[in-house]
Structures are given as C-alpha cells and as structure tokens.
C-alpha cells in the first residue's frame, strides 16, 4: 500500500443464492507517514513591529490530510536570560513547554491558525528581539520535527535627532554648504535604506 494516500474501501456481500446485497458498505482512511508543516504570517519573519499586540497567525500543510493540533512558543534571550511566554499573562524564566493555538482547519490538507491573548498586547518589552516557534501535529499523530521558528524586532521608542551646525538663533555673515547634527536610537538603528539617508531636513 502506497503512503500518504487516502483510501476508500468498498464492500458488498452476497449469499449462496447469488443474492447481492444492495447497500454497499465504504470506509474511508489515510495511510499518513509525513509530518506536516508550520508557518508564521504575522509577526513577519525577521520584520518589526512598533506598536503592542496581541494575535500571532499561521498556517499549516499537510501531505494527506489537514493537521489537527497547533503548538507554539514565544521566547526571548537577552543578557539578562531567556524569557518565555507562559501563555496567559507574563513571561516566565524556565520554558512552560509547548502551548496550544488555536485551530481553523478551513481545508483539505492545509489551513489556518491562531494564538490570541489580551494581556499579551502590553507585554511586549522595548528593543528586544522575539522568536516564535510552531509545532503541527496531524491527525495520524506525526508531528513536526523540527520545529518551525521565526523571529521579528520589538521597536516602540522613537528615534532622536539634533542640529549642532548652525546653532540655534545664530547669524552668519558668509553662507556655508554643510548642515551637521546627531541623531539616536536605541535599538533599531538609522533608516539608511535605498532612496532614504534616514535624515529628513526641513527648510
């Protein structure tokens, strides 16, 4: 028998006479070896989020037939130690081990889930980096090995910036070509992408 198919069987019986019964009797089942997989839609993956929070959601796939059972952590490692979400309230030193999500299950072989929590919307801590893991489970119990993990940056504090050249209420008798200040940020770092220096400067 070939894995992770689908089976139907069939069945119908007849006697000595040559009667054949007329209801058939059928019983469907998944002959199921392939973990499925877990993924994160939001946090995106190695993104940031600016504000606080409180539903992660994710998606599932199977081979067969649609994963059953959703786990997840979230977890955090500063020089402090590692933190882990305990899955009401507040975050914790020692891992709680797995926690259930949420499962939608709108498919065939696939579908959506999520994790949603109040308390949790306040509980993000400023510049730090979170990892989330996932663990899917299918309903013949083969469960994801290894794990799925994204991670994304927590960032509420706004950058800061000075103008040092020219002083404030100065005057010049020359004109000058150069502007010179600082700027700040605690953790995400100037915006110096394409098209964008990460300064603005008004006139």
Do not use: C, H
């Amino acid at each position: 028998m070939a894995q992770d198919y689908s089976y139907r069987v069939v069945v119908k019986s007849t006697d000595v006479a040559g009667n054949w019964a007329t209801v058939y009797s059928t019983q469907t089942f998944a002959f199921d070896t392939a973990a499925p997989q877990s993924f994160v839609t939001d946090p995106a993956n190695t993104g940031w989020k600016t504000a606080g929070f409180n539903t992660i959601t994710g998606t599932a796939t199977n081979d067969v037939e649609s994963p059953g059972t959703m786990k997840y952590k979230i977890y955090f490692t500063t020089r402090g130690g590692t933190g882990y979400w305990n899955g009401s309230n507040n975050w914790m030193s020692t891992d709680p081990g797995w926690l259930n999500a949420t499962w939608l299950g709108n498919g065939a072989n696939a579908g959506q889930w999520y994790y949603q929590e109040s308390n949790l919307t306040t509980k993000w801590e400023d510049a730090t980096t979170y990892y989330i893991q996932t663990q899917a489970t299918d309903r013949s119990g083969n469960t994801e090995s290894p794990a799925s993990e994204v991670w994304f940056k927590y960032d509420v504090t706004l950058p800061t910036s000075a103008i040092t050249n020219p002083g404030n209420n100065s005057y010049f008798r020359d004109g000058w070509t150069a502007f010179s200040g600082t700027w700040f940020d605690n953790f995400a770092g100037l915006n110096e992408g394409a098209g964008s220096s990460g300064m603005e400067l008004l006139l």
